[in-house]
C-alpha cells in the first residue's frame, strides 16, 4: 500500500492543523492505522492509532485529549486533527500502516510508511 500525507504546516502555539493520509494500492480497511512524529535530533515516537474499523483508538499521553485519530474507509483516508498545538509537538509527522485489525503502536510493527509531512508550530 502507498501512503500520502498532507495537511502540515506553520501555526501558531493552541492553533490547530488536520493531517490527511491518503492510501492506495490495496484494500485499506485491511490496515490498522497509525501517526508518528520525528523531531529534529529525537527518535521517531508513536502519537496515535486506529483499528480497521475505526472503532478502537489509542494515544500517546502528550497528545491525549487535544488530538484525534479517525478514518473513512470509504475514501481511504486516516486523519489526524490536532487541537491546542503546542511548539513541542514540531516535527515531521508520518503515518503508517499495520497489516492489523486492532491497534496498533510500535513502530517495529508497521509495515508501510508514508513520506511524512512537517509541523511547525510557532511560540
Known amino acids: 500500500v502507498q501512503l500520502q500525507a498532507s495537511g502540515g504546516g506553520l501555526v501558531q502555539a493552541g492553533g490547530s492543523l488536520r493531517l490527511s493520509c491518503a492510501a492506495s494500492?490495496?484494500?485499506?480497511?485491511?490496515?490498522?492505522m497509525g501517526w508518528f512524529r520525528q523531531a529534529p535530533g529525537k527518535e521517531r515516537e508513536f502519537v496515535a492509532a486506529?483499528?480497521?474499523?475505526?472503532?478502537?483508538?489509542y494515544y500517546a499521553d502528550s497528545v491525549k485529549g487535544r488530538f484525534t485519530i479517525s478514518r473513512d474507509n470509504t475514501k481511504n483516508t486516516v486523519y489526524l486533527q490536532m487541537n491546542s498545538l503546542k511548539p513541542e509537538a514540531t516535527a515531521v509527522y508520518y503515518c503508517?500502516?499495520?497489516?492489523?485489525?486492532?491497534?496498533?503502536?510500535?513502530?517495529?510493527?508497521?509495515?508501510?510508511w508514508g513520506q511524512g509531512t512537517q509541523v511547525t508550530v510557532s511560540s
Open positions: 503508517a500502516a499495520a497489516v492489523a485489525q486492532g491497534v496498533v503502536t510500535g513502530p517495529l510493527t508497521y509495515h508501510y
Open positions: 486506529i483499528n480497521w474499523s475505526g472503532s478502537s483508538t
Open positions: 494500492g490495496r484494500t485499506f480497511s485491511n490496515y490498522a
